[in-house]
């Protein structure tokens, strides 16, 4: 169990100096915090990172540096910009209250952050819907010996205890200075078996998978630094919606470079929507309108005739046909016009063809005739001979009417 206490700027320094730059193919960097009620309504006292490639961790007094422990720089290299980088990735334990206590206390906003809870609660093989603890974890897939996993839980134990009998704020263990051994070594032991679970949880999990454990990271650092969120809310032992697009086959063993994370895991195409993808790729006909006597150009190439002029052509013709027979028996000139256009007239047979003056249809606003109190009403006005319309007259011939239709009145008695 390496480690080192950064209470300096001169040590932060040298600390930064030592962190890899290069990227790997597993992260480097997997942080933890310590604080009493961690949060944005308590304090953050130490900050611990356990470094990969070096087998080392560094545990930085937040409590004694304050602001100089994210603004002191080695190079273009500092805390803070560690922290918000997004290409660099880094592993929490359930990030939701330490991101909470760096973004309310120091303005440091995470990013390109992995959860190793949601890793473990995104496996193919995982039911329910509880969240685990990291000690039920660690108890369970860490495959350490058991004699060291129960020196890591009497460690933990003891700190839990100390912190509460001091739940009223007075001198809680993470602000006690020089920094307990018992606390350094519970500090120290929340991150440097992280490595550990991390190599288990992610061969287990397929592309599908990993993508919702990067995606409910982000949102878990998002929700972390809403107004609303409650550091000690009731619900945050209840995972997120597994969804039902997660398969449960196991994906080989072998890793993937992290700098594939935020890859195509999400952007496979299945079902209709792979489907509907393809049918947008197929090139369409072009639709030429077609005209009568020309030729017509379709996709395919072109051609003299088609159904479609043949059919417009034999159209024309009947209306032409229909047009001069109408003409031949009434004397009307249809003007070779489509019957469409204009409407046929009906004559009876020995009157003549009269052209009929259609009358514009105009509003005429009727006024109510004067009553005349006392005065008889008048008889109703009999039409005079002279008046009577020609088809009426009995001098017609009426040989050809059929009597059924009922349009003149005169079969009406």
């Known amino acids: 169990m390496a480690y080192s206490l950064i209470d300096t700027e001169d040590s932060l320094r040298d600390a930064l100096r030592s962190f890899p730059t290069v990227s790997t193919k597993l992260p480097a960097f997997y942080f933890d915090c310590e604080g009493h009620e961690l949060g944005r309504h308590g304090t953050l006292d130490l900050l611990q990172v356990y470094v990969l490639p070096l087998q080392h961790t560094f545990v930085i007094d937040i409590y004694v540096l304050q602001d100089k422990a994210f603004t002191t720089t080695s190079g273009n290299l500092s805390l803070k910009s560690l922290l918000q980088s997004k290409d660099i990735k880094k592993v929490f334990f359930d990030v939701r209250n330490d991101s909470d ?27 329910g819907i509880n969240l685990l603890s990291l000690r039920d974890c660690i108890d369970r897939d860490s495959a350490l010996a058991p004699e060291v996993i129960e020196n890591w839980k009497q460690n933990k134990a003891s700190i839990t205890g100390a912190r509460s009998d001091s ?46 454990v990067y995606d409910g990271s982000n949102r878990r650092v998002k929700q ?42 999400l952007s496979v195409l299945s079902g209709p929507d792979k489907v509907n993808k393809c049918r947008e790729k197929r090139p369409r006909k072009k639709q030429h309108s077609t005209n009568s006597g020309s030729k017509t150009d379709t996709a395919e190439g072109p051609y003299p005739h088609t159904m479609a002029s ?19 028996t009434s004397g009307v000139d249809m003007n070779t016009k489509p019957l469409r256009e204009q409407p046929l007239t009906f ?23 004067k009553q005349n ?17 020609d088809f009426l007259s009995p001098d017609l011939d009426w ?4 009597k059924d239709c009922g349009w003149c009145g005169h079969c009406y008695d």
Not at 194 to 211: E, K, T, V
Not at 347 to 369: A, D, F, H, I, W
Not at 373 to 389: T, Y
């Open 347 to 369: 004559v009876k047979e020995g009157t003549s063809l009269k052209p009929q003056q259609t009358k514009q249809k105009s509003k005429v606003v009727q006024k109510r005739p």
């Open 167 to 212: 739940s009223d704020g007075r001198n809680p263990p993470s602000q006690q200075r020089p920094v307990p051994d018992d606390l350094l070594q519970y500090s120290v032991g929340d991150v440097e078996y992280l490595p550990r679970l991390f190599r288990m949880y992610r061969s287990n999990l397929d592309a599908q998978r990993w993508g919702a």
């Open 373 to 389: 109190h006392g005065q008889k009403p008048q008889a109703p006005r009999v039409a005079s001979i002279e008046e009577i319309p």
């Open 224 to 265: 972390s630094q809403h107004m609303q969120y409650e550091p000690q809310g009731k619900n945050k032992w209840k995972g997120p919606h597994r969804g039902t697009n997660l398969t449960s086959s196991r994906a080989s063993s072998a890793i993937a470079p992290m700098r594939t994370l935020p890859g195509s895991a």
């Open 310 to 328: 043949l059919t417009q052509s034999m159209y024309q013709s009947s209306l032409l046909d229909a047009s001069s027979t109408i003409t031949a």
């Open 101 to 127: 206590a760096l973004f309310s206390h120091f303005n440091v906003s995470l990013r390109g952050i992995i959860d190793l809870q949601l890793m473990e609660y995104f496996l193919p093989e995982r039911s």
């Open 399 to 402: 040989t050809l009417c059929d």
